[in-house]
């Protein structure tokens, strides 16, 4: 069997590549270890960025979004109990987009099912060799039959642990790495969120999310240990540290209503230099990872993938490989850029076991000063709604 280009794993990187491949006209073919169910109830991100949300309305993947999403102009900045607002909108003329992550990759599964393209879930033994040739092979076995895809080109969308990045031959690539001493705990609750947009709270025993994912769905977040064990949180626990930290001096806090699900999320970040070996092209949380703070990850991926459909059709239409080989480089620059921002956001609202009380007030003076600088919030504004893109594609304004 043989494609154009072969794309290992199927969350948001590998299924909007394969989508703009299919727009480009360049077959691909999505090789996923898990279920279709399991990838389209995994709960992730939630927060789109403005050219996220454009992409896929101009890409013909935005309807259920459109008619779901939650639409958020702004952002609540906490401290000392009291919260700040910062009006994206007005610092950048764009928003963000609250729709669940699985949510996204449900609509771009669907997309690529209706276009009869392929993509084979529940794939065992999946390996790829030949880098260094112009004919990769990505092989596979799904019910039982073994399958050699020889393809033009692989794409590396396979998440921080799969079998992509250490696929490169040793000393090919740089790590970039740095670990935090705490982690999330997330949880999904059935109650309507309180406030119509997300809060970022800083507090002495630790940071705290409120955020959403529906008119009846409260999305929150705690700081916590990494190694924190779930089953010491019971709900009673978990409401109690989250009215804690998120009470606020107008009295406004989370609605509290049965918790559906709860997990431990540790924090990393972390790159690869280069992104790029021969024919393999590593897309997504493949060659880097951000803390979440800043809500970045899934935007990143997506544009990755955006950057490298851009070079694959560059290709494929004339010949013209210069851009592909400037892939690696032109992602890392944005990587770089969003790895600050999320390790700033990240750094100004955690309270760090090794701070002191210098620190302390330190911390507080930045979130103090970026309350009331339109400058700084204006920095951080746009950030968040998203840095303009590397490439101009046909999807750009
Ligand atoms: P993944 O989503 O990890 O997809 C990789 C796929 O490859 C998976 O489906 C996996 O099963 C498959 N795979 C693995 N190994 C193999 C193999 N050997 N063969 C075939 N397939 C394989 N990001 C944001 O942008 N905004 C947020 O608000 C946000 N919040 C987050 C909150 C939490 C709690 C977490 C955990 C993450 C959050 N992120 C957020 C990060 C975001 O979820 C990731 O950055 C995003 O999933 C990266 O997409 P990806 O396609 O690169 O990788
Ligand atoms: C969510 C996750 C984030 O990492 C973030 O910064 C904001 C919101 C969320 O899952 O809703």
């Known amino acids: 069997m043989r494609t154009q280009v072969g794309i290992v794993g199927a969350g948001p990187a590998g299924l909007m590549l394969g989508h703009l491949l299919h727009l480009y006209g360049i077959e691909s073919v999505v090789v996923e270890t898990r279920p279709r169910q399991y990838i389209e109830e995994r709960v992730r991100a939630g927060v789109l960025e403005q050219g996220t949300v454009d992409l896929m309305n101009r890409t013909g993947v935005g309807e259920r979004m459109r008619r779901e999403g939650l639409l958020h102009d ?37 997309a690529r099912i209706a276009a009869g393209e392929p993509v084979v879930f529940e794939a065992d033994h999946v390996a790829i060799a030949d880098l260094d040739s112009d004919r990769p092979v990505l092989r596979f076995s799904s019910n039982g039959i073994a399958t050699e895809l020889r393809c033009d080109f692989i794409a590396g969308c396979d998440g921080f642990h799969g079998i992509c990045r250490p696929s490169m031959p040793e000393g090919v690539l740089t790590a970039f790495e740095r670990s935090y001493s705490f982690g999330w705990l997330g949880i999904l609750a059935e109650a309507a969120p309180s406030h119509n947009e997300l809060v970022y709270m800083q507090h002495q025993r630790g940071f705290a999310l409120f955020s959403m994912r529906s008119p009846k769905i409260t999305r929150l977040y705690l700081q916590c240990n990494p190694q924190e064990d779930i089953n010491d949180w019971s709900d009673d626990r978990i409401w109690a540290e989250l009215l804690l930290r998120l009470k606020s001096s107008d009295g406004w806090k989370p609605n509290l209503g049965p918790i559906l699900q709860k997990s431990v999320t540790p924090m990393r970040s972390f790159v ?19 803390p979440p703070t800043g809500a970045k990850g899934m935007n990143l991926a997506i544009s990755d993938a955006r950057v490298l459909a851009y070079g694959l059709a560059a290709y494929y239409k004339g010949g013209e490989k210069e851009f592909l080989a400037r892939y690696s480089e032109i992602c890392l620059r944005r990587v770089w850029k969003i790895q600050r921002f999320s390790w700033w956001m990240t750094s100004v609202l955690h309270r760090f076991p090794d701070a002191n009380s210098f620190d302390l007030r330190r911390q507080e003076a930045e979130l103090d000063y970026l309350t009331s600088s339109t400058a700084a919030m204006k920095s951080l504004a746009e950030n968040y709604a998203g840095l303009p893109l590397e490439c101009e594609d046909e999807w750009t304004k």
Do not use: C, W
């Not at 609540?76 to 928003?95: K, S």
């Not at 690869?272 to 951000?290: R, T, W």
């Open 74 to 110: 702004g952002i609540d900045i906490g401290f000392r109990g009291h919260r700040h607002r910062i009006d994206i909108r007005e610092l950048t003329g764009n928003a963000i987009t609250v729709y669940a992550q699985h949510e996204v990759v449900k609509d771009l599964v669907a």
């Open 272 to 290: 690869v230099e280069p992104m790029h070996y021969g024919s393999l092209f590593l897309v997504g949380d493949s060659a880097h990872i951000v």
